[in-house]
């Protein structure tokens, strides 16, 4: 039995939720609005401000559904009301991120400065040199985004440089030692 299907969503102030007949779910708040389409094979009701989930059997697939998709819409009304940020920290002598108009411009020890338009949808913010902020309503799109900016360079295990995730520990290596006779 799939317990986290089960918990029922609770909403705020302020945000509605719609399902239409094909299962499209939609929650607008005070920050936006999100649409997601859920499997046919679970029932979404909203009353009194409460949504549920349910599912018609105890298949595999059902209860593989089920969790989901009420996961899904839960962060979609977290989403709406508080909106979601991820934190990125450049670790390297002269790596450095500003914000210029709507592009993220990082100097990252390549040739050449790397330009990164905002996404629509998405925030970034350069509070200081070596920190970025990303910030959007949509979880998946403000965890891709991240995902996206810290491949251009991935913490190193030696001296840990790179772009990592505030509070991401990185594992170190000890790298070579002097030679022993």
């Given at each position: 039995m799939s317990r986290i299907g089960l918990k029922p969503i609770t909403l705020p102030a302020g945000v509605e939720v719609k399902v239409d007949d094909k299962n499209l779910v939609s929650v607008k708040g005070p920050k936006g609005e999100l649409q997601e389409k859920v499997s046919s094979l679970l029932t979404v009701e909203n009353k009194d401000g409460v949504v549920t989930v349910s599912r018609s059997s105890d298949a595999a697939e059902h209860r593989?559904?089920?969790?989901?998709a009420r996961t899904l819409i839960s962060n979609m009304v977290k989403?709406?009301?508080?909106?979601?940020?991820?934190?990125?920290?450049l670790v390297g002598v002269g790596y450095k991120a500003e914000k210029k108009g709507n592009k993220l411009v990082m100097n990252l020890g390549f040739s050449h400065p790397i330009e990164l338009e905002d996404p629509e949808g998405i925030t970034t913010?350069?509070?200081?040199a070596t920190t970025v902020v990303v910030?959007?309503?949509?979880?998946?799109?403000?965890?891709?985004?991240?995902?996206?900016?810290?491949?251009?360079?991935?913490?190193?295990?030696?001296?840990?440089?790179?772009?990592?995730?505030?509070?991401?520990?990185?594992?170190?290596?000890?790298g070579k030692t002097g030679a022993s006779s």
């Open positions: 593989a559904q089920h969790g989901l989403g709406v009301t508080e909106g979601y940020e991820k934190k990125l920290l913010e350069a509070p200081d910030k959007g309503i949509d979880k998946a799109q403000v965890g891709n985004y991240a995902a996206n900016i810290r491949a251009y360079r991935r913490p190193e295990p030696y001296k840990g440089k790179g772009i990592k995730y505030d509070g991401e520990v990185i594992r170190r290596k000890e």
